[in-house]
């Protein structure tokens, strides 16, 4: 899930006319702040760019699906998922259990 306030400079950015990719570079720096810190997650740069991009998707930022050849076809197929998720809206919170259990299992990572 992204912080609060990286979905607001991204809400401002988009306010403002800025590019898909100028949005999505928010999520981006967001991540690689999560792996300096020492959070969790991604074991390289490129993975730092890749989860930062499909949390874009996700909030809805218009980027479109990578070309075929540059990615395997299960990651288009992921990214198409991902569109397709950003477009529906916001669902339900998850429970605090769950989230708080997904928490504590990234901070053991």
Same mark, same amino acid.
């Given at each position: 899930? #992204?912080?609060?306030?990286t979905?607001? !400079?991204?809400?401002? +950015?988009? !306010?403002?006319? /800025?590019? #898909? $990719? %100028?949005?999505?570079?928010e999520?981006? !720096?967001?991540?690689?702040?999560?792996?300096?810190?020492?959070?969790?997650? =991604?074991?390289?740069? /490129?993975?730092?760019? =890749?989860?930062g @991009? $499909?949390?874009?998707?996700?909030?809805?930022?218009? @980027?479109? #699906?990578?070309?075929?050849?540059? %990615?395997?076809?299960? %990651?288009?197929?992921? %990214?198409?998922? +991902?569109?397709?998720?950003?477009? =529906?809206?916001s669902?339900?919170? #998850?429970?605090?259990? !769950?989230?708080?259990?997904?928490?504590?299992? @990234?901070?053991?990572?």
């Open positions: 899930m #992204p912080e609060k306030e979905i607001e !400079r991204v809400r401002r +950015d988009r !306010r403002q006319g /800025k590019a #898909p $990719s %100028t949005q999505a570079g999520f981006v !720096r967001e991540e690689i702040e999560h792996v300096r810190e020492g959070k969790h997650g =991604a074991r390289s740069t /490129k993975q730092a760019i =890749a989860i @991009l $499909s949390k874009a998707r996700r909030a809805g930022v218009k @980027l479109p #699906p990578p070309k075929p050849g540059r %990615t395997s076809a299960e %990651t288009r197929e992921r %990214t198409v998922r +991902d569109v397709a998720r950003g477009r =529906a809206g669902r339900r919170k #998850p429970a605090q259990k !769950r989230s708080r259990a997904t928490l504590r299992a @990234l901070k053991r990572e």
